[in-house]
């Protein structure tokens, strides 16, 4: 039972524009959400993270917004960069599931063409 | 700062036989997080280590793995006997560890690619 799900498995973006990922999830209970990025042969590296009482956070060129109701969040990337191109998880915990038990999605790729 | 550090990196064994993995967290953290990813899917945690304690391991198959922290640092993990399925990555993370904090961030090792033939 997926829990945390990133139903785009790739997106291939102009270098200079607007990265948008998605990520949708199930659990109403998750009270945080995470970010984290993935170049090919590392570990994932976290980005940016947003607690759910806030529905917007801002870092340099990321962006995550929150969807409480829809149960819904994205990752905006502005201005997008070649060096962005990487595998991005969405993730989530909640405090009824342990302390800091992460609920992944499958990730999606993007590309930034330069 | 050195971040988590796992060795091997890579690990290819014949089925049946046994294998171990090794993580070393970042100094000061608590808390060690042993996650399997297989091929297009995202970590899942096997499991979590506060300190020297095991305390959620319910995602751990018992009959092939086991995990140990001595010491509440360094971290092996065993399969024995390895399995065709048990082809993955299996990531170490670790972090600071304010209890019952869902905000406290995980970092992650690089990962031991295993393949199992």
């Known amino acids: 039972d997926q829990q945390v799900k990133q139903n785009s498995p790739s997106l291939s973006v102009q270098e200079g524009r607007i990265s948008i990922l998605n990520c949708d999830y199930t659990?109403?209970?998750?009270?945080?959400f995470l970010w984290y990025k993935k170049y090919p042969a590392e570990g994932p590296t976290f980005l940016i993270s947003?607690?759910?009482?806030?529905d917007k956070n801002e870092d340099g060129r990321f962006t995550v917004f929150l969807n409480k109701s829809a149960k819904h969040l994205s990752l905006h990337i502005v201005p997008s960069q070649p060096g962005d191109s990487a595998v991005y998880f969405c993730?989530?915990?909640?405090?009824?599931?342990?302390?800091?038990?992460?609920?992944f999605g499958t990730g999606t790729r993007l590309t930034v063409i330069p | 700062e050195a971040g988590v550090v796992q060795s091997p990196r890579y690990k290819i064994i014949e089925k049946k036989q046994p294998v171990a993995f090794w993580c070393n967290p970042i100094?000061?953290?608590?808390?060690l997080y042993w996650y399997l990813q297989n091929l297009g899917q995202g970590p899942e945690l096997l499991i979590r280590?506060?300190?020297?304690?095991?305390?959620?391991d319910s995602q751990l198959p018992k009959d092939r793995f086991s995990a140990e922290r001595l010491k509440g640092v360094d971290s092996t993990l065993k399969i024995q006997p390895a399995e065709l399925g048990d082809s993955a990555v299996y990531l170490c993370?670790?972090?600071?560890?304010?209890?019952?904090?869902?905000?406290?961030?995980?970092?992650f090792g690089p990962g031991t690619r295993l393949t199992v033939l």
């Open positions: 100094s000061g953290h608590n808390t």
């Open positions: 947003i607690s759910s009482i806030k």
């Open positions: 993370a670790s972090s600071f560890g304010a209890s019952g904090a869902s905000t406290d961030t995980q970092y």
């Open positions: 659990n109403s209970m998750f009270d945080y």
């Open positions: 280590y506060e300190n020297e304690e095991a305390v959620d």
């Open positions: 993730a989530a915990s909640a405090k009824q599931t342990g302390a800091n038990n992460l609920f």
